[in-house]
């Protein structure tokens, strides 16, 4: 087996940063070790070197929360699991968890089947799947057993979407209790969907159709209080639940609230809710915002929801950072709602630039470079029940690793860093302190000094274990 001896950076944990060496024997990290120790006589002597002077050495980012191929509004998000998952690795994302949908009439073993079909020998690192549950029935709830036993052990379901992906509050009660029981993790779209289809219907009536108008028809006050009777459902049921892409600062005002009460309640946000914003970016000139409609909406500047959401990443009360990468493009995709901001295929394409973007939250002294590691690999990895294999630099861990120079910089757009299968970045224009170096996945190095390295095919199917991070 090939031997790496990764020598000379600062191996940066949730916890804090040394200086210190990485020893790698095939697929799996053998040795943290002090910096030139020599006590492994032939064992290191016979590694490769990679010198890592200057940079941090992190673990491979695990990006929980993706998209790839996913049927909506009549068409399918434009990267495949074989170009998502490079650009993940072009990014430092090492895992993905990505979504198998069952819609109504069908079960959740088949669409998960399905899944496994479209992944499978077409991935360039590691993945697992969360189900998506559409219709929550009896066979529904007793196949989720099933999928727990096979390592897929969360499931989410959609407060928002009615006639889609929809559940009302009956179904998601039943869905909560069985999830208690199967010590499963509930994920939450929490967006009262059926309020907001009225809201929609009359901007669209008043002839308000452009992008700008998808944010002003979703308030922040149909997010609180979605977000709300999730936490009330999930504590009359047991249920750990994990809200995810939460972007107003009082959903998260609740989910705090929650925490401080003992409940299993975990916010998750993504760097579009961060950096972008309802006035700037849903608001621009003609047709141009609707490359960033995506549902939860971006919040508007003015009302403080980013810095907002900052400050709960700080708190511990967002846990984790995920892109809801669902990328589409605007030509024969996002074009589809001209005239018609309803008809706009939601999501925004992010997976590749996640670990930049959350860098420059350090470099801007929003978060320390600890809760960096923390929110973008490690509590992921302890959620999704993927520790230690997956989110830290220990002996037994998979060897999935990021050379991350903090001196490097990164401009992000088309035609500079951008690897995702769109015909725009969310980002376009974006200048950003630090850039992903190198990239090892399970031993491998997949990415190296802006070459790709890697192949579809690499990535295998983690099969994970229930949450390791409930209180
Ligand atoms: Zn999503």
Not at 54 to 61: C, E, F, L, R, S
Not at 260 to 275: A, I, S
Not at 355 to 368: A, N
Request: hydrophobic share 40%; glycine share 12%.
């Amino acid at each position: 087996m090939s031997r790496i001896l990764i020598r000379g950076g600062t191996v940066v944990s949730a916890t804090g940063s040394q200086p210190l060496d990485v020893l790698i024997d095939g697929e799996t990290i053998v040795a943290v070790l002090q910096p030139g120790a020599t006590a492994l006589g032939d064992v290191a002597a016979s590694a490769q070197i990679i010198e890592a002077t200057g940079k941090y050495v992190i673990p491979g980012g695990v990006d929980a929360h993706t998209h790839m191929q996913l049927p909506f509004g009549g068409t399918e998000a434009s990267d495949t699991f074989e170009t998502g998952t490079r650009a993940a690795a072009w990014g430092g994302t090492t895992t993905i968890v990505d979504f198998a949908v069952q819609k109504p009439g069908e079960t959740v073993q088949d669409t998960l089947a399905l899944w496994h079909d479209k992944a499978a020998g077409r991935c360039a690192v590691d993945y697992g799947f969360h189900q998506i549950v559409g219709d929550v029935n009896p066979e529904s709830l007793k196949g989720m057993a099933e999928l727990v036993a096979e390592g897929v052990t969360s499931f989410k379901l959609f407060m928002a979407y009615p006639g889609v992906f929809y559940s009302d509050d009956g179904r998601i009660l039943r869905a909560m209790q069985r999830s208690a029981e199967l010590g499963a993790l509930l994920m939450m779209h929490a967006e009262n969907g059926i309020a907001i289809d009225v809201l929609v219907e009359q901007s669209l009536q008043r002839g308000d159709t452009a992008p700008y108008f998808h944010g002003t028809s979703r308030p922040w006050q149909l997010e609180e209080e979605a977000t709300h009777r999730a936490i009330m459902l999930a504590q009359v049921t047991g249920a750990p639940l994990y809200v995810v892409h939460v972007s107003a600062k009082q959903a998260l005002e609740q989910i705090a609230t929650a925490r401080g009460n003992g409940q299993n309640v975990f916010g998750e946000t993504c760097p579009q809710y961060l950096y972008l914003s309802l006035e700037e970016q849903l608001g621009a000139p003609g047709f141009e915002g609707a490359k960033w409609v995506c549902s939860t909406p971006l919040r508007s500047r003015a009302e403080g929801h980013q810095d907002e959401l900052w400050r709960y990443i700080r708190t511990g009360d967002v846990t984790s950072v995920a892109t809801d990468h669902c990328p589409f493009c605007m030509k024969d995709q996002k074009e589809l709602g001209r005239g018609d901001f309803s008809k706009i295929p939601n999501g925004i394409g992010g997976v590749e630039h996640r670990m930049d973007l959350m860098f420059q939250g350090v470099k801007d002294g929003r978060i320390s470079l600890e809760r960096w590691v923390d929110v973008c690999c490690t509590t992921p990895a302890r959620m999704f029940g993927m520790y230690p294999r997956k989110g830290v630099i220990a002996p037994g861990a998979d060897a999935d690793i990021v050379l991350y120079d903090p001196n490097g910089h990164t401009s992000i757009g088309v035609g500079k860093t951008h690897h995702m299968n769109m015909d725009h970045s969310a980002y376009e224009g974006f200048e950003v302190d630090g850039h992903v170096d190198t990239v090892l996945s399970r031993g491998r190095v997949i990415v190296d000094d802006g070459a790709y390295l890697g192949r579809a095919g690499h990535g295998r199917f983690v099969k994970r274990e229930l949450s390791q991070n409930l209180i």
